[in-house]
């Protein structure tokens, strides 16, 4: 069998504290997060076991794991099992590098977000050249919010030319025509961000071949519709994995929309959808037909 799995444990604290950010801000305690290490441990040894499927594992933390040491050695152990296709994290890069040492370049890939005012622009620079130096897959990206476009532009002149910039639209905000053309001459795929797609009733992978997967193994078909398929843990969710529509009027996320059968977007990201690399540099479109 061919799964993709996202994977959200309980870790919720973070290093940065972006104001537009709409996930979890808190401290975890030192209870939690050895919960969060053991729920991620546990899923890390199912996954490993897994030896008759070919898995693709997204990490999507609320917070940001990579600063956590059970991550990066989660992460790196996966990378260099055979059955594993793809091992991708959701990170703003603000850990070491060195840790990418004892894993496999081929199998482990980093979306990386930038966050102005969080962190020194060259700091965060130099690290994309250093994952690039290494030959580690990544795609780099920011918030589509006014005050960020010019940082946008100065890091797609920074970044690598092969590196994809991608615009993730801001939550809440409503962009002009010309607002827009500005973000699309950065990433060409914005359009698909821009607005929500309507999905309701529409065909999806997710419950078939894509699955989210919280810290106590409950399956559910994505992180937005919330009724449950069976535990991971017990084999339940097998029975349930099928063809099924979406059952929300609207997929706003990537993470979200990318499995829509209606949408071209696995094609766009042939061999990279987790880590969001297209297959080949996008061409620039001025609208994208949202699906009726």
Not at 78 to 105: F, G, K, Y
Not at 262 to 270: I, W
Request: glycine share 6%.
């Amino acid at each position: 069998m061919d799964l993709t799995i996202l994977y959200r444990g309980p870790l919720a604290s973070c290093d940065y504290d972006c104001p537009y950010c709409p996930f979890a801000k808190r401290r975890d305690s030192h209870a939690q997060l050895a919960a969060d290490r053991a729920a991620l441990e546990r899923f890390a040894a199912w996954a490993a076991e897994q030896r008759d499927d070919r898995l693709s594992l997204l990490f999507t933390p609320w917070g940001e794991g990579l600063v956590r040491s059970w991550y990066r050695r989660t992460l790196a152990e996966l990378s260099r099992l055979p059955h594993i296709r793809r091992v991708a994290i959701q990170t703003n890069l603000s850990c070491r590098t060195n840790w990418l040492d004892e894993a496999d370049p081929d199998t482990l890939a980093l979306w990386c977000t930038f966050h102005p005012g969080q962190t020194p622009y060259d700091r965060f620079l130099a690290k994309c050249h250093d994952l690039a130096a290494r030959g580690v897959r990544h795609s780099v990206g920011v918030v589509g919010l006014p005050e960020h476009l010019e940082h946008a532009r100065r890091l797609r002149a920074g970044l690598p030319a092969h590196v994809y910039l991608w615009v993730n639209a801001a939550e809440g905000h409503t962009y002009t025509d010309a607002e827009a053309d500005r973000w699309t001459a950065l990433d060409p795929l914005f359009p698909y961000s821009r607005h929500p797609h309507r999905s309701a009733g529409l065909p999806c992978r997710t419950g078939e071949s894509v699955i989210s997967v919280d810290g106590e193994g409950t399956v559910r078909r994505c992180h937005f519709v919330r009724s449950e398929l069976g535990n991971l843990y017990d084999g339940s969710y097998r029975r349930a994995l099928r063809p099924r529509p979406c059952p929300l009027a609207v997929c706003d996320c990537h993470i979200g929309y990318v499995h829509l059968e209606t949408l071209p977007l696995y094609d766009v990201f042939a061999g990279g959808v987790l880590e969001r690399i297209p297959a080949a540099p996008p061409a620039v479109r001025r609208s994208i037909p949202t699906p009726r």
